[in-house]
């Protein structure tokens, strides 16, 4: 029996386990895909919003400054990549300038520190890359950009250090409360398209894009969320000088544009399109939506050289139909997270706070107070420890494990021994985009091209599975069907 069952483990799931992990309380984390972060969390833009888009006096306004205000000191404890860039939104017309000062007095209202209007020179002085035809754009010192799979994997992995049980392949399929159980206090029953059953005294629902679906589970039906695509172009770390902030355009009904923005990492980030679709799973990226890309970065940023392209995806933000993050309980004991579009990436740290006082509110309300916990870690090394060593600091660590003298990623430079690091710590890694997002291995331009075969005899010993059971990204994706030959000494 758990006391708390979090349904969910992308950003916002594992910024509320991490939370709970520091009371004695008995969570567990409940996630439908073989990874934690697989839904939008890992699909974004991953920027750290400064606070001027969202509605004065929303959930969105308020948890997205919050949030930015917490995001430095969260990563530097989670040894998550965050780096504060700063961002602005360019104007190219009177209309545009009109928005820009809108965006201007809205900010200023949430709260939002630092904001100005820098003028054409000013704006050039800062971005020499963007086109002559922008006239003015709002400066947001307070933007910043962050490695948005390292905050999950690092949120959940730090909730598990803490005692939080993670069960992957846990698609939700059913909630029932029995209110015999638990020697009559009752408790839900969660059910799973395995057929296995976990009991919770309290549920918390951040599934994401079917938050609806699980929360009609628990009998409410009182919201929807549909799916909007966002498609990206990603360029080479060689295309890392071509802006050092996150350029946004003025902002549409649709959302924020499609932007241009470096990433913590040196690539450079073009998209995301914006596009209201029915399937819940249709990540695809289409030639409509790369070309809307590239015909708006050819006006914004003529230098873009769409020649270093290494990649695209497609992240869905899970739009409800309330226009603001709905946060409520619908019922006794349950939580709903639900509707966390963007800026869900930024607000997570303050969501996950917000969300466990609610709960310590209900848990009072039933006569439980639980203790802080006396032996809790609040910190994590960073997964790419070894990365930032100087020389010689590795030559010593190589001396004690050869394994990071190995090189497996040649376009990024990752060893062997920062692989098996990363497959040792909470919460594991089980195919090879799982140590893609974990250690940047297969990131680089060839995309895998050289390195996965190593990468599938590193993860097969660190894992003990054959060979032939890792995939590419569960779901049946596997790489090898087979051995060609014996293996002998
Ligand atoms: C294109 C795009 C751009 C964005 N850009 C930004 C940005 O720059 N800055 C920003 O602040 N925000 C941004 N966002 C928003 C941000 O990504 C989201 O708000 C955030 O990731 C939401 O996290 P989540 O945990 O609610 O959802 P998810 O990451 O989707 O996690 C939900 C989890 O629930 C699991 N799940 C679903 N159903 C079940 C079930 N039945 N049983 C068990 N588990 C289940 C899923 O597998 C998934 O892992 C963007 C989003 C998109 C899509």
């Given at each position: 029996m758990y006391d708390v069952a979090v349904i969910g483990a992308g950003v916002i799931g594992g910024m509320i386990a991490r939370e709970l992990a520091a009371y004695e309380l008995n969570v567990c984390l409940l996630e439908a895909e073989n990874d934690v972060g697989r839904g939008s969390s890992s699909a974004n833009s991953a920027i750290v919003h400064a606070g001027f888009d969202a509605k004065p006096g929303s959930l969105k306004a308020r948890f997205n400054v919050e949030g930015s205000r917490m995001m430095e000191e969260v990563c530097r404890d989670l040894g998550v990549k965050y780096q504060r860039n700063g961002s602005m939104v360019v104007a190219f017309s009177d209309d545009d300038r009109k928005m820009v000062e809108e965006l201007l007095e809205r900010g200023r209202?949430?709260?939002v520190e630092g904001l100005y209007i820098a003028e054409s020179e000013e704006l050039h002085r800062l971005e020499p890359n963007l086109s002559q035809?922008?006239?003015?754009?709002?400066?947001?010192?307070?933007?910043?950009?962050v490695c948005p799979y390292e905050l999950t994997i690092?949120?959940?992995g730090n909730a598990m250090d803490n005692g939080v049980k993670l069960q992957l392949?846990?698609?939700v399929t059913g909630i029932v409360f029995d209110g015999e159980g638990d020697n009559g206090r009752g408790c839900?029953?969660?059910?799973?398209?395995a057929g296995s059953t976990v009991k919770a005294r309290y549920v918390i629902n951040a599934a994401g894009l079917y938050s609806d679906s699980v929360a009609a589970m628990a009998g409410d039906d009182s919201f929807r969320i549909r799916p909007r695509r966002g498609e990206y172009l990603v360029l080479d770390k060689g295309a890392g000088t071509l802006c050092s902030h996150t350029i946004f355009r003025t902002p549409t009904k649709m959302g924020k544009g499609i932007l241009i923005t470096p990433t913590v990492d040196g690539n450079v980030l073009l998209g995301p399109t914006s596009e209201d679709i029915d399937d819940k799973r249709d990540t695809s990226v289409t030639q409509e939506g790369i070309d809307r890309i590239i015909s708006q970065m050819k006006q914004e940023m003529p230098a873009v050289n769409i020649g270093s392209v290494v990649t695209l995806f497609c992240g869905l933000r899970a739009v409800g139909n309330t226009g603001d993050f709905i946060i409520n309980s619908p019922r006794p004991r349950f939580i709903n997270v639900a509707a966390i579009e963007s800026p869900g990436l930024t607000s997570s740290p303050a969501i996950g706070q917000y969300v466990k006082n609610l709960l310590l509110e209900k848990l009072a309300m039933d006569g439980i107070v639980p203790r802080r916990k006396k032996r809790h870690i609040r910190t994590r090394p960073s997964l790419h420890w070894f990365q930032i060593l100087t020389k010689e600091q590795k030559n010593l660590v190589i001396a004690d494990d050869p394994s990071f003298g190995h090189i497996i990623c040649r376009c990024e430079g990752i060893t062997e021994g920062e692989i098996k690091y990363a497959a040792a710590q909470n919460p594991r890694p089980s195919d090879l985009d799982g140590v893609k997002r974990r250690t940047r291995a297969q990131m680089g331009r060839c995309q895998g091209g050289f390195c996965a075969p190593f990468i599938v005899r590193i993860l097969s010993d660190e894992l003990e599975v054959p060979f032939e059971s890792i995939t590419k990204n569960g779901n049946g994706s596997y790489i090898n069907i087979g051995r060609t030959k014996e293996?002998?000494?």
């Open positions: 209202q949430n709260g035809d922008a006239v003015c754009a709002l400066i947001a010192p307070t933007g910043a950009i690092s949120a959940v392949n846990y698609r839900f029953i969660i059910a799973s398209s293996i002998t000494d």
